[in-house]
Structure formats: C-alpha cells, structure tokens
C-alpha cells in the first residue's frame, strides 16, 4: 500500500518536473514524455474505485435428516472496482455448522477477476449432514483486492438470514410382533384413566351394560348355546405405558463426532417411541442425570415433543444418577415399561446398577457397544465379529434379576432388529 502511495506521487510529480524543463528548453520530446506518467495517473484514478458486492445465498430445504444432502446456489454481483474478489460461503470455519455438514461436491470458496465490466457469477456446490441440530448459515465472508494495489485489500462480509434443521434419521416399522397385546384380561387402570377404544382386539367377551352395540360379535352370539350377546373387546388407548430413560453421561460420546452411543441411541429413541405411540402407549421421556424430562402421553403431538426434547440432548460429564420423585411416582402409579438407553463401562455400571435397584418394577436396558465403530476408523472394511466388541459380561452382573440388559452394536445391527427384539421382551412383560 505505502509502495502504491509513492509511486503515485512519483507519477504526478513527474508530469510537472517534465514541463517546467520543456518550457525552459523548448524541446518537443519532454512534451511527450509528459503523457505517460498522466496516462498512467488517469487510469490509476480511474481504477481505484471501490466495488459494490452483492452476494445472495440460497438453499433447497430448511428441514433434513442426518445423511441427506443439502443443494447451496450462490449468487455474486459485483459493480465497480478492478482486482481480484475471493469468497468463502458457509459452513465458515470453526462454525458449529462445519462440524454438522459435510462438503461432498464442488466448493464453497470461489476466486474470480473483476476486470472493468461487471460481473455476475453463479456457483452451486453440495453439503452433506452428518449431525443433527440447528445450524444457522451464518454469513458469507469476502475479500477484494485491488489489482494495482492502491488501497487496503477490502474486507467484509453479508449476512445469511436462513437456518437449517437437521433430524434425526429414524426407522419406520410398519409392524411388530408381540409389543401390541399385554397378558392382563382387565384394564390395570381406573376408566377414568383410559382412552378410547383402539383397534387391537383383545378376545371376545360378555356383554355388559355400556358397551357400544358396534362391538357385538353376531357371529359368535349365534353359536353361543346359551343365548348371551358376546362383544368384541379392544385395548383402550393410555392402557400401556413406558417411559424411556436416555443416558446423557460422558461416556455416550465414546466414538466419533456422528457415530456414537449418543446419536445411535437418539435414533433408536425416535424409532420406538413411533412404534410405541402408533399401538397406544403412553410414552415419556426421561434423562439422566439431567435433561430433558417428559411425562407419558399419547399421539402424534407426544412423538414431536420427544423429537423436540432429543434435538437440544447433549452428553456431559456426570458423577452419578438421582432418581427424582417425579419418575419414581410415575413408576408406582402406573407400573410402565422402562428402557434404558446407555453405553455400559466400567466408570457407569455400578451407578446404573444402583440407579435399577431403586425402580420398582422390570427394566429393559439396551447397551449401545462403539467398539466397531471405532475400529473402522482404522480399518474401514472391519467386519463384525465378536471379538471387537469387549467382554461385558462381568459389568451385567452387577445389574439385578429385575433388569434384562440386551447389547447392541449399530454398525452391525440396524435399529429394526433392535425394535424387534425388544417388542418381544415388551410383549412377554405385559
């Protein structure tokens, strides 16, 4: 810059010097001498402009799941000036949106000349999420500098009023055997307590005083020698309950950044508790040692609250688990299914052994094992065999006859099996 400023007052001075001898000496070659130091000077003056950058940035889509990818335009208009404009377009570096996206085509950080016409650039590139939460795009950063260096390089950059929500990716399960019908012939509950009628049929029973005339069973009324109506009896919705522990200690992180027991065990949470809602439970949501806390309900209004809960879930350091009055009340009333969703190690089993010794009822714990997962981040064709998966069976010991613990390793197993498996311990509890 300070070099640029002196030859400039070089230039302008020298045009004066060159006159002042061609009047004094009258010779016509100083007088041509003189127009190129001005010329020179003009075109300078004349190029120092400073530009007007324009920069708009647009996207295909505000809601994602985890694995989608997302489609980024950027748009650059740029009047005036003359050098070179160097931009960079989020995810910006050491952004939270850097560590939930990655960038799979093309690039975010563009170059281009801007000679002395305008011009209007057009660039798309590919993000792919790897994580979920929201991200805010944030800005685009820019830098112009001049090409004859006259003033300081020009920095800035333009807000981008958009975010981005990126979901967890869940499994849908259109069906699922023995989760649906508990062993009970009698609702547990006071009526005042219950739903309506569903559409899981339970048996066939007597009529009594009461039931709807639609579920009178004609058929099974005809054979019946001794002449009494017999009706259909369906479960009643909020006749089952369960609530869903989420382990939110330091030990959920144990992997990478996107896999780990904690964002594996979020997906499992969403794909139960859809399977869940969809055959009447009431399902809630509690996490340990603090976190979001949700009381059972029903419907799908309860499914986007829990997704809403388990969107702002983080893992952090914990030295032990309390259980509140709140979920112990809610366990004794209502006697529901407990699952536990946790990573089991040595720094957490005997908490968590403590923590399953005070709830008085049945409970299911689901052991989300990174082993493989982190194994294939040294040998990514890693197969799955037991032996990566450490020996864990001492640590289940510790647990008591009340509590089923069933390992999982995701990167070998998909949350469909899971849900299998533990409909049929659901269904054998009931």
């Not at 967890?168 to 508990?182: F, L, M, Q």
């Not at 806390?293 to 986007?304: F, N, V």
């Not at 037991?386 to 008591?400: A, E, M, N, S, V």
Request: hydrophobic letters at 45%; charged letters at 25%; one cysteine or more.
């Amino acid at each position: 810059m300070r070099e640029s400023i002196e030859i400039m007052i070089i230039l302008s001075v020298m045009p004066i010097f060159l006159a002042v001898i061609a009047v004094l000496t009258t010779s016509k070659l100083y007088a041509i001498a003189i127009t190129f130091p001005l010329l020179v000077v003009i075109i300078a003056l004349a190029l120092s402009e400073r530009p007007q950058i324009l920069i708009n940035l647009s996207i295909d889509r505000d809601v994602m799941y985890v694995g989608d990818e997302l489609n980024v335009k950027l748009t650059v208009n740029v009047h005036g000036g003359f050098g070179l404009l160097m931009i960079r377009a989020p995810p910006l570096p050491n952004s939270s949106m850097a560590e939930g996206f990655d960038l799979v085509r093309d690039t975010n950080v563009h170059v281009m000349f801007k000679g002395l016409r305008d011009i209007k650039r057009e660039f798309n590139y590919v993000l792919r999420a790897v994580k979920r939460g929201y991200y805010d795009l944030g800005s685009v950063e820019y830098v112009f500098y001049n090409g004859l260096g006259i003033h300081e390089p020009i920095r800035g950059s333009i807000r981008v009023d958009r975010a981005v929500q990126v979901l967890p990716r869940i499994k849908i399960v259109r069906r699922v055997t023995g989760i649906a019908k508990p062993r009970h012939g009698l609702p547990r509950y006071p009526p005042s307590r219950l739903g309506p009628y569903s559409t899981d049929f339970r048996s066939v029973r007597e009529y009594v005083v009461g039931d709807p005339y639609r579920f009178i069973n004609w058929k099974a009324t005809a054979r019946n020698p001794e002449g009494k109506f017999l009706v259909n009896d369906y479960e009643r919705e909020g006749i089952r309950n369960a609530v869903i522990i989420m382990d939110v200690g330091w030990w959920m992180r144990q992997g990478t950044v996107e896999e780990n027991p904690l964002e594996y065990g979020i997906s499992l949470v969403l794909s139960l508790s859809r399977v869940l809602l969809r055959y009447g439970y009431n399902v809630g949501l509690w996490s340990i040692p603090s976190g979001p806390r949700l009381m059972p309900s029903s419907g799908m209004e309860q499914y986007y609250r829990l997704l809403r809960a388990l969107m702002v879930i983080r893992a952090l350091p914990t030295r032990g688990y309390v259980l509140d009055g709140a979920l112990l009340r809610i366990v004794r009333e209502t006697r529901p299914v407990i699952i536990i969703v946790t990573n089991v190690t040595k720094d957490n089993a005997e908490m968590l052994s403590r923590f399953v010794r005070a709830l008085p009822t049945r409970t299911l714990i689901v052991d989300i094992v990174p082993d493989t997962v982190l194994v294939r981040t040294w040998l990514k064709d890693a197969r799955c065999v037991r032996w990566f998966i450490r020996d864990r069976t001492k640590l289940y010991t510790l647990f008591p006859r009340n509590a089923k613990v069933m390992t999982w390793d995701p990167a070998c197993e998909g949350i469909g099996l899971v849900i299998a498996k533990l409909s049929t311990y659901i269904g054998r509890w009931l």
